[in-house]
């Protein structure tokens, strides 16, 4: 397994929207949009779902997925778990700040309304 491969990716102790600002300038263009957006709003992100993500980042669900696996993730939804408990954690840019309770219950939230 290359060092570059998502399963070492997922397995770095890298913070998700590092991985997004080192990799944007490498992604092809719908990707790099899906990123920016993220890397814009990530608070957003965790209350949309793949299909509303889409229609902010201009970006097709099947591009969403694709940018998700190649970042380490098996899909959307591990990916806004994993973004969830990263906005939870002390220390990040105010960009990203957040308490894990609320980026959580949020999700749960946005999951339970999607699902209904």
């Known amino acids: 397994m290359s060092v570059n491969s998502p399963a ?6 890298e913070s998700i929207l590092a ?4 990799d944007i ?13 993220i890397l814009e709003n990530p608070e957003k ?7 509303e993500l889409g229609e902010f980042a ?4 099947a591009s969403i997925l694709r940018l998700c696996r190649q970042i380490g993730f ?5 990916f806004k778990l994993a973004l969830a408990a990263e906005i939870g954690r002390p220390g990040l840019p105010p960009t990203a ?3 894990a309770d609320s980026a959580l219950q949020s999700l749960h939230d946005t999951m339970a ?3 209904s």
Request: net charge positive; proline share 2%; no cysteine.
């Open 8 to 13: 070492m990716k997922a397995a770095s102790h």
């Open 19 to 22: 991985r997004l600002q080192d």
């Open 25 to 37: 300038d490498r992604l092809p263009n719908a990707l790099a949009r899906i990123a920016k957006y």
């Open 45 to 51: 992100v965790l209350h949309q779902s793949v299909a």
């Open 58 to 61: 201009a970006s097709g669900e």
């Open 74 to 78: 098996s899909g959307f939804r591990d």
């Open 97 to 99: 700040a957040g308490t």
């Open 113 to 115: 309304q999607n699902l």
